[in-house]
């Protein structure tokens, strides 16, 4: 490169893949610059390792979006793809899912008893899910199932029969063999609410309707 002077810099920055000479890959800044000087065109190049960048930005994605403990999505990622399906006018089903028996599995096992059973369960309504269906933990041990698109009855009654059987299977906790059971409130949009606030409402109405009715059942809310 040409010494001396002022020049002038034209550049671009890219992201890239590279490969380091140990054979991985690794993600790379690379700043590209030419300068004019004495009339003749220079150039230089900046490459820039970006692992651990990258790796923060994971890290923070993580903390904003993903439930720690069970690895699902969170409150947060949850009502943001309610207003997507909002914003889309197309009817979508929501629904709530409370733990029946859990308070007893923390007091006779414990918080680290708790979590366990917290996270197979979170593995338990994924598998009842399906790739465009959103499964979310916001909190203790509530969860939501966000079911888009046009979802018929039949589908949105057959995942709800899933997660009511898939729970209540036995647990292994700590060598200890353990039931929960679920209790689920169900909301359809638009019929139960026209905003992300009154589909939570009906959906939560409904749950606590099933947990009146015995528990480890499912409630379609009702007006």
């Known amino acids: ?20 000479e140990d054979g991985r890959e690794l993600p790379i800044e690379l700043s590209l610059s030419m300068w004019q000087e004495d009339g003749q065109a220079s150039f230089g190049a900046i490459i820039r390792d970006m692992t651990t960048r990258r790796a923060d930005e994971e890290r923070l994605f993580q903390l904003a979006h993903i439930d720690s403990l069970s ?10 793809r309610v207003a997507e399906c909002l914003d889309r006018k197309v009817p979508f089903a929501l629904l709530m899912l409370d733990l029946d028996g859990f308070k007893d599995v ?12 917290v996270k197979e369960v979170a593995q338990r309504l994924l598998s009842c899910a399906r790739s465009i269906d959103t499964v979310a933990r916001l909190g203790g041990d509530e969860f939501a199932v966000l079911m888009p698109e046009e979802t018929t009855l039949s589908e949105i009654e057959h995942a709800a ?14 060598a200890h063999l353990s039931h ?15 905003d992300v606030g009154d589909l939570l409402s009906a959906a939560d109405l409904a749950m606590y309707e099933a947990k009146a009715q015995g528990r480890n059942c499912v409630r379609f809310f009702n007006s």
């Not at 490169?1 to 380091?20: F, I, K, Q, S, Y």
């Open 1 to 20: 490169m040409a010494a001396g002077g002022a020049p002038r810099l034209l550049g671009t920055t890219v992201e890239l893949d590279a490969c380091h």
């Open 106 to 117: 923390n007091d006779t096992l414990g918080h680290r008893a708790g979590d366990q059973v």
């Open 161 to 174: 029969q899933c997660m009511l059987m898939t729970v209540a299977a036995p647990l292994s906790v700590d």
């Open 71 to 80: 690895g699902l999505p969170n409150r947060g990622v949850l009502l943001s």
């Open 180 to 194: 929960v059971t679920a209790s689920i409130g169900i909301a359809m949009y638009p019929d139960d609410g026209a």
